[in-house]
């Protein structure tokens, strides 16, 4: 699995680098997740020079490539194109129910705005400041990190409280009528802080639920649990827990706490429910606070899938989140 390998600094990716073999293969299902780099170290596991050296790589193939330098991405399409198998789930799977995708408008209340419009105008300043004068991309995460958080529930912003949210209440009344209605779901978040506030409010409408986070000591059982008849309902679950290694066919809803900018992250957990062995349609929510910079991921993630069929349609790339990319953010 070549998941394993993708970050060409790992030990693991170091180790298979020297593995003396006549012949290899990478298998992966997302080759490119967060820059095109990935693809680099599974190209030099696989073919070692095809691509060059690391550095090379990056200036005279990712660099371009990223600034849409006219041509770049094609021709390293030609150059891996005889080394690389692509299949897409269609194509192997033809039998699996159709999936469908929808963006849950959620509108704020004011206090919840006020709160994310106090978030916004303490960083925002700041941060476009900083990145113009080609500051610290971490210090502009980190803003972006905050303001996030304010767009999912305000209790997760230091200093500030509140019981609930309008977009955990959509999420539950969202919840009860596919429960109601005989239905399984997953839920995810990249915070475990959002799921601990989601629990009560399902506790309090009668909604049972498991979950699944990086704290979950035997994830073969809570998934088993899930996958049975007689299972709860809903599974909540950390998207880097729930990302890879799982079958959770009995699920036909996925909710989408948080947008991220990465698109194969959140393809990846979708794919959990829309799998072989999925009888349903699957639908898949993303929950998306009105007026933030939720709105602007989302946009962001359409670029992202465009770098992603640039560099592999023919034989695919979710580039890390750029300056620029950032400076759009907070515009």
Known sequence: EAQAIKNPDSQVARAAYGLEASFRVALSGTPIENRLEELWS?????NPGLLGARRQFEEKVARPIMDGQKGAAEALRRRIRPFVLRRLKREVAPELPPRTESVLHVSMDERERSVYDSVMAA????????????????????????????????????????????????????????????????????????????????????????????STSDRGAVTER?????????????LKAGGTGLNLTAADHVFLMDPWWNPAAEAQAADRAHRIGQERPVMVYRLVSQGTVEERILGLQ????????????????ATAITRDDLLELFA
């Open 42 to 46: 599974l190209m030099h596991f696989a």
């Open 226 to 238: 899930f996958q049975g008849e007689n299972g709860a309902p809903v599974l909540l679950m950390s």
């Open 302 to 317: 359409e670029k992202k899938r465009a770098l992603f069929e640039a560099a592999l349609s023919e034989a695919a790339t």
């Open 123 to 214: 960083t925002r300043a700041e941060v476009v400041a900083l990145l113009n004068e080609g500051g610290s991309v971490l210090k502009a995460l980190e803003a972006l990190l905050r303001l996030r958080q304010a767009a999912c529930h305000s209790a997760l912003v230091p200093g500030q409280r509140a019981a609930n949210s309008s977009k955990v209440q959509m999420l539950v009344d969202s919840l009860e009528t596919a429960v109601s209605d005989g239905h399984k779901a997953l839920v995810f978040s990249q915070w475990t802080s959002l799921l601990d506030l989601i629990e009560p409010h399902l506790k309090a409408a009668g909604i049972a639920f498991d979950r699944l986070d990086g």
